[in-house]
Nanobody, 115 residues
Framework: QVQLVESGGGLVQPGGSLRLSCTAA????????MGWYRQAPGKQRELVAS???????NYLDSVRGRSTNNGSNAKNMVYLQMNSLKPEDTAVYYC?????????WGQGTQVTVSS
């Protein structure tokens, strides 16, 4: 089992920045991939960014170049730095961790981009 806790969401003005953090507990030694999904009202959940234990990263096209997803060496934390935020980035952001064939999710943190 892996437990995930996110933090760092909130209200930010367009053009601003946010840093989301996710802390994992439990079988962290088995995690091989961590990252972030988001879900806006009325839309499907989509991958925002992910990073493997080999530091291979993947980003949603609309956030590439203005977001950075980093993981800790201890494999128990992942951070998502988002810059130049746009109203369309508004969503609930969910941290995920992959362990063999299982995927674990955090409870989600709301990010609202509005003036």
């Amino acid at each position: 089992q892996v437990q995930l806790v996110e933090s760092g969401g909130g209200l930010v003005q367009p053009g601003g920045s946010l840093r989301l953090s996710c802390t994992a507990a439990g079988r962290i030694f088995s995690i091989y991939n961590m990252g972030w999904y988001r879900q806006a009202p009325g839309k499907q959940r989509e991958l925002v960014a992910s990073i493997t234990t080999g530091n291979s990263t993947n980003y949603l096209d609309s956030v590439r170049g203005r977001s950075t997803n980093n993981g800790s060496n201890a494999k128990n934390m992942v951070y998502l730095q988002m810059n130049s935020l746009k109203p369309e980035d508004t969503a609930v952001y969910y941290c995920h961790a992959d362990v063999t064939t299982n995927r674990y999710w955090g409870q989600g943190t709301q990010v609202t981009v509005s003036s």
